[in-house]
């Protein structure tokens, strides 16, 4: 199973981004519950957000809330992390990362199987 992610950028602050993270290789989404993560440079990689299958509960870093929304579209195994009024405190690599759990999803990195290569997401006027 593959997780790719795509859509980071280098943009001004204010700005919005839209990342996706599509699976492929076997994985079904439905059964799966996404997170993103992002590392920045000298820092450790902490959880940003994460939905669950059910498509239901979610959790947002305290750090992103009111700013970034994750959705997802299983029958076209996309999970979506639209990212609004970044701030230069953004800019990190972010990954997503599937975990075989139905009902609640988790911001612990350890819990999950699936990870992608990342996708660089730049924030500087």
């Known amino acids: 199973a593959h997780l790719v992610e795509s859509g980071g950028d280098l943009v001004q602050p204010g700005d919005s981004l839209r990342l996706s993270c599509v699976a492929s290789?076997?994985?079904?989404?439905?059964?799966?519950?996404i997170a993103w993560f992002r590392q920045a440079p000298g820092k450790e990689r902490e959880g940003v957000v994460c939905?669950?299958?059910?498509?239901?509960?979610?959790w947002y870093a305290d750090s992103v809330k009111g700013r970034f929304t994750i959705s997802r579209e299983n029958s076209k195994n996309t999970v979506y992390l639209q990212m609004n009024s970044l701030k230069p405190e953004d800019t990190a690599v972010y990954y997503c990362?599937?975990?075989?759990?139905?009902?609640?999803?988790?911001?612990?990195?350890?819990?999950?199987?699936?990870w992608g290569q990342g996708t660089q997401v730049t924030v500087s006027s």
């Open positions: 290789g076997g994985l079904n989404y439905e059964y799966y519950a």
């Open positions: 939905i669950s299958a059910v498509d239901g509960p979610v």
């Open positions: 990362a599937a975990e075989e759990r139905y009902w609640t999803c988790t911001g612990r990195d350890n819990e999950y199987d699936y």
